[in-house]
């Protein structure tokens, strides 16, 4: 059974880091699409940054593109969201999702593996 852990949000001041981890297990094989997304109250759940695994191209949304890093680490199964340059529309929870095959990697309704989310909050 596919599992995703998310870990690594917090509170922090505007302008400040942080890391976010996705660690995946019971995946029978290299799952091909690895994404964030995040949600803040009353908006609707965006794609923050994707990665495609087997050649590690990765995609991101323009509201976080210069300032969002997203890698992977195939011996570890994990996916690391590095935040940069924090802003406070940046806060809400974030959430991993992964599957085979998804193709539009911003497409969260084609996603079937999801962990259960983390929370990020950005002060001004």
């Known amino acids: 059974q596919v599992q995703l852990l998310d870990s690594g949000g917090g509170s922090v001041q505007a302008g400040g880091s942080l890391r976010l981890s996705c660690a995946q297990s019971g995946i029978p094989y290299s799952i091909d699409y690895v994404a964030w997304f995040r949600q803040a109250p009353g908006k609707e759940r965006e794609g923050v940054a994707g990665i495609y695994a087997p050649t590690g191209t990765t995609s991101y949304a323009d509201s976080v593109k210069g300032r969002f890093t997203i890698s992977q680490d195939n011996v570890k199964n994990t996916v690391y969201l590095q935040m940069n340059d924090l802003k406070p529309e940046d806060t809400a929870m974030y959430y991993c999702?992964?599957?085979?095959?998804?193709?539009?990697?911003?497409?969260?309704?084609?996603?079937?593996?999801w962990g259960r989310g983390t929370q990020v909050t950005v002060s001004s």
């Open positions: 999702a992964a599957d085979w095959n998804v193709g539009t990697w911003s497409a969260w309704n084609l996603y079937n593996y």
